[in-house]
């Protein structure tokens, strides 16, 4: 029980963090595209407390890992009007993509964290656990809000890529955009996506650091 707790622990920062990221940025983001809709809501803002979905931000977060290991949650419905925005269907995309980049962010800064702790020899396991469940937690955001499936981030960037006729005709599978992720999800499909995104990412992300590497020589 007691390792439990320090393994929930670990996880509550990172994940926290990563969802009001996500979601503060996409705010922020619809903003610059002329949608107010979701600043008027007090979303643009880095206090966790206004993203916080009870369930979406703890529960079932909690229960995940309890159950699989896996840490996913979610914030509350962020209120965005695309058609507020100066240029709706090419607009879509940059709002969408403003979250896994901001996860992506998120992960660069808690690899930063990892190094120097490394660093300074810092032997204490929490910080060191901290800082790489916060590498992962953004990861697999950003990865699994990137599926190309209507309703999530991925699906946005795609109806903003296809040409008119065919994004409206894939925006009609918006309502089945659940159905569409539990199919995938019981087809074992997700952890391939996941895992493919996630390592690019990494890749990525210690190209970036790579001057930094020589402080752990």
Known sequence: MDELIRNLAVYALPVLFAITMHDAAQAFAARRFGDNTAHAAGRTTLNP???????????????????????????????????????????????????????????????????????????????????????????????????PIPSMDGGRVVFSLLPHKAAYQFARLEPYGFIILLALILLRVIPYWLYFVEGLARQLLVVIVSPLMYLQG
């Open 49 to 147: 407390l206004a993203h916080i979905d009870p369930l979406g931000t703890v529960v079932i977060p909690a229960v995940m890992y309890l159950m699989s290991g896996f840490v996913f949650g979610y914030a509350k419905p962020l209120p965005l009007n695309y058609g507020q925005m100066r240029h709706p269907k090419r607009d879509m995309a940059f709002v969408a993509l403003a979250g896994p980049g901001a996860n992506f962010i998120m992960a660069l800064f808690w690899l930063l964290i990892a190094i120097f702790l490394q660093y300074f020899d810092v032997q204490e396991s929490f910080p060191n656990l901290v800082a790489k469940a916060g590498i992962q937690t953004n990861l697999w955001l950003m990865a699994f809000n990137l599926l």
